[in-house]
């Protein structure tokens, strides 16, 4: 047992750095920015990184997709299918990435009209757009490279590449800004070598320490192949499609209530996406551990992992439970320091408390689940919890306000991974049934 939780945390410490600096790309746009002596230079880098995180979020597939097959092709040692894996996955990166190029003076005119951004503004959100569209094929490569890489057991990869993007953009956006005074302008033209940089940088990685080769053309628009890869990428794309619907509704519900129920939601929403931050490094590892244990047929391996991911997912649930429970009002005070927002947080934190704990069994099996390719199950998972909580707040909202929305969160949360828990053993026993057959 003690190989297998070095392993766990062989692969999910990287992946859990990885998660918090990511962030630091958006961070470093508004930080600069934020310097420019006018409000509206936040505003449009907070619109146009808006549109970028929907845009990118609804290609998460390639990632997850990508790692689930990756992990399996390693298990069994098949370096033939990991290339064929990869291939397939840079096709549909640099394909959907046309799409959005192409497609780019529809979507910003749909959004901003959606966001109703005042003439200012959406000028300079314009501009920052139009630039950084360019890096659609950097970015959506970066996911499939991301998750090829993990599948190989390999988190570090990802780690490096995302330190050299947030590097990078911090020295060409400050030297753009600062030196040749290009405004937004320069922000986005930093972030966009940023994402250029560190597809290059992942490529060259991957092929120093990997030599995949291209495969025929032929093999990798293998009828058979192509279907099981669009199954399982549509399941997560309809299911990505639930989880922005949650997310959005929920910021939406927030607005309706006040500039100060706003905040205050925003604010202890950051609680719970700390905890996603630690608990996705935990999925990742699952990802590469069981999709490799499915990949070499490894059963009795397979329910190893498992429990000792579920016991590391419970256990990390716990510290983040005491951690909000007696130092949640210190890290508000950190997060804010408009005291009307503290004190009205105060209300509804309790709610926040109880995330790690509703929370934890849903990114685990998500996890579990990506390695294995079963995400059928993940998609009825998160649509049942998406529909329990549409009807939770059509339900509690009209009586208890804002606690109704968080009621219906928490348990949209709990739904998930109770789904995922009580599927699992049909679901095992299914997958080797197949590999036998």
Known sequence: MKSINKEILSLAIPSIITNITTPLLALMDVAIVGHMGDAAYIAAIAVGGTIFNMIYWLFAFLRMGTSGMSAQAHGSGDGRE????????????????????????????LAFSVMEVEAGVRAMADRYFSILVWGA??????????????????????MWVSFIINISNIIVSLVLVYVFRFKIEGVAIGTLSAQWLGVISFGVIVIRKYHPTVPPMSQVMLRSALKRFFSVNIDIFLRT???????????????????????????????????SYFMDGFAF?????????LGAADRAGLRRSTRALLAWGG?????????????????????????????????????????PVAGFLAFTWDGIYIGITRTHEMLLSMATSTALYF????????????????????????????????ASRHVERKIFLDKLI
């Open 391 to 422: 009807i939770l707040y059509y339900v509690l909202y009209p009586m208890l306000g804002n606690h109704g929305l968080w009621i219906a969160f928490i348990c949209y949360l709990f739904t998930r991974g109770i789904v995922l828990q009580f």
């Open 315 to 355: 256990g990390v649930a716990v510290i983040f439970t005491v951690i909000y429970f007696f130092c949640g009002e210190w890290i508000m005070q950190l997060l804010s320091g408009d005291v009307n927002v503290i004190t009205a947080s105060k209300e509804y934190f309790h709610w926040v408390v109880l995330v």
């Open 241 to 275: 499609c639930c989880l922005i619907a949650v997310t959005v509704w929920f910021t939406r519900v927030g607005s309706q209530q006040g500039v100060v129920v706003l905040a205050v939601n925003t604010l202890l929403m950051q609680f719970f996406i700390m905890f």
């Open 82 to 109: 990991l290339d064929l894996v990869l291939a397939r996955g840079m096709i549909v990166a640099i394909t959907a990435s046309a799409v959005i190029i192409l497609a780019s003076p529809l979507i910003a005119r």
């Open 137 to 158: 094929p950097a970015v959506l490569c970066t996911y499939t490279l991301s998750g090829w890489a993990l599948g190989r057991k390999n988190p570090k990869a990802p």
């Open 285 to 293: 590892a699952g990802e590469a551990m069981c999709g490799n244990c």
